[in-house]
């Protein structure tokens, strides 16, 4: 290989900075609410706070945190809005509410601005996540055990549907329109048909597979993909997809460090040129456990994991808790530490690149062939 192949600009450096934030016992949700600003989510807080980043790196380069009514709030979940372009659906898990914000993007300084609350009609209690399609809301209450529909608009308009304990996630199926939920306390599945004239199911998670599914999203495959976390002897690697037939795919990585990874959440980068996806490796469940991202290359159909790469963080034992994939880069809260992780995968110009399953990183990890190597951006 000669030197100018081997200082291509395809070489490119794992890394991951973890930026601590405004004080707060647990760090949450993250999501993007405009192309240089992130929001993220701190619930003993009551709080938000309003992430600054650089429009080309994505590096953090400023935060804010801004107070929600009070700190007794329980405020979690944050959901972008499509259908109030600009604004973001917050649960306020104590107080059962479910909340259209405009955290007022552009300014950092700026407190964030409530539009409209919907109380939730009892007995439905403790909404954990919220999910929107239309007019139409989907609440995962974690406290009672439910799952809500409700119309933004008309919030008399609602149905409360019993499930086991505990819904984390709620989403439809971006296909089928059937809503499922993610049961953690039940290791199972939770579906409610889009049809009236089905009944809601319970599908348990065969524990061959791996248990507890917790974070829920769909995919640019049109199905809908959720994480195993595991327990407290730790994970096994494992998620699942499903399909819009109602069959689950699962899928186990056996290559370390992933191997025995628990994984609490999931992404997409958005307008991937190649079918990847990021795995949360995370010690909610188990304190031994791997902090960190998970990068897989899929083939076309999603149907086979092709390459692996772990990205694991500085901080262990920080439990991380949810992934967010942007234009610009990678990032992930960390509940334990206070922190949001920057992270960026390694790229390769030899071969296929690094991959943690194939035989060459047995030999030589993430080295490059050849005698000298100059670095990106020296």
């Known amino acids: 290989m000669t030197e100018a192949a081997i200082n291509s600009p395809i070489l490119a450096l794992k890394s991951v900075v973890e930026y601590p934030l405004p004080a707060s016992s647990q760090t949450h949700e993250v999501i993007a609410i405009a192309p240089t600003t992130l929001l993220v989510s701190q619930q003993p807080s009551g709080a938000v706070v309003k992430v600054r980043v650089d429009p080309h790196s994505g590096r953090p380069l400023e935060a804010a945190s801004h ?47 409530v539009l409209k609350r919907i109380k939730l009609p009892a007995p439905a209690r403790g909404p954990h996540v919220v ?25 008399a308009n609602f149905r409360i549907i019993d499930c086991p304990p505990r819904p984390i996630f709620a989403q439809l199926h971006p296909t089928s329109g059937d809503v499922y939920a993610t049961l953690d306390q039940s290791s199972a599945l939770f579906r409610i048909p889009a049809s009236s004239a089905e009944q809601p199911s319970v599908i348990p998670v065969p524990p061959e597979h791996g248990s507890t599914p917790v974070g829920m999203v769909p995919g640019p495959d049109g199905n809908l993909w959720f994480a195993l976390l595991g327990n407290s002897a730790g994970g096994n690697g494992s998620f699942g997809r499903i399909r819009a037939n109602g069959q689950i795919d699962f899928y186990k990585l056996g290559s370390a460090p992933a191997a025995g990874a628990g994984f609490i959440h999931l992404g997409f980068p958005p307008a991937a040129t190649q079918p990847l996806i990021y795995l949360l490796a995370s010690s909610m469940a188990s304190g031994n456990a791997l902090n960190g991202v998970v990068e897989l290359t899929m083939n076309a159909d999603y149907s086979r994991v092709e390459k692996q790469q772990t990205i694991a963080f500085p901080s262990q034992h920080s439990m991380t808790h949810r992934v967010l994939c942007t234009p610009q880069a990678i990032y992930a809260t960390e509940l334990g530490s206070c922190a949001l992780a ?10 296929e690149g690094i991959n943690e399953a194939a035989d060459p990183y047995s030999l030589w990890g993430c080295g490059v062939p050849g005698t000298t190597v100059r670095y990106p951006g020296l």
Request: aromatic letters at 6%; charged letters at 15%; hydrophobic letters at 40%.
């Open 67 to 113: 107070v929600i009514d009070n700190a007794f709030t329980g405020l979690h979940g944050l959901t972008v809005s499509k259908n109030h372009p600009g604004c973001v659906w917050i649960t306020l898990q104590f107080t059962s509410e479910l909340i259209l914000v405009d955290p007022v993007a552009e300014d950092l300084h700026a407190a964030p601005r």
């Open 131 to 155: 999910a929107e399609h239309g007019n139409t809301l989907w609440a995962s209450c974690k406290d009672s055990h439910h799952v809500v529909r409700i119309d933004a608009d008309n919030p």
């Open 342 to 351: 920057h992270l960026h995968v390694a790229r390769s110009p030899y071969g």
